[in-house]
């Protein structure tokens, strides 16, 4: 059974940063395209990034380029997502995400295409 736990989330002030992990177990975890989500109270889940199986990246949302970098290292079967000069309007679950193909790395951080997903780990920046 394919199992993705997250972890690295907190409180922060804004300015600061996090480094959220993503353990993979359960798949051939270099097989598929993987992404970091999040969703904040009363938002529809968006895409943040989503990177490719070489760990080309395919997508950031507009408000974290510069700012979030994705990155996944295949031999800790671990995805990354390093946050810097974080933003109240950052504040989140963060979820990671696997996709059964490579097609869902295409489509614009499109959640729907990623049949795997983790518990979600809670991201708060205060002013």
């Known amino acids: 059974q394919v199992q993705l736990v997250e972890s690295g989330g907190g409180s922060v002030q804004a300015g600061g940063s996090l480094r959220l992990s993503c353990a993979a177990s359960?798949?051939?975890?270099?097989?598929?395209?993987m992404g970091w989500f999040r969703q904040a109270p009363g938002k529809e889940r968006e895409g943040v990034a989503t990177?490719?199986?070489?760990?080309?990246?395919?997508y950031y949302v507009d408000s974290v380029k510069g700012r979030f970098t994705i990155s996944r290292d295949n031999a800790k079967n671990t995805l990354y997502l390093q946050m810097n000069s974080l933003k109240p309007e950052d504040s989140a679950t963060y979820y990671c995400?696997?996709?059964?193909?490579?097609?869902?790395?295409?489509?614009?951080?499109?959640?729907?295409?990623?049949?795997?997903w983790g518990q979600g780990t809670h991201v708060t920046v205060s002013s």
């Open positions: 995400a696997a996709a059964e193909t490579r097609t869902p790395c295409w489509r614009g951080g499109d959640p729907s295409g990623f049949s795997y």
């Open positions: 990177l490719t199986l070489s760990g080309l990246v395919t």
């Open positions: 359960g798949y051939t975890y270099s097989s598929y395209c």
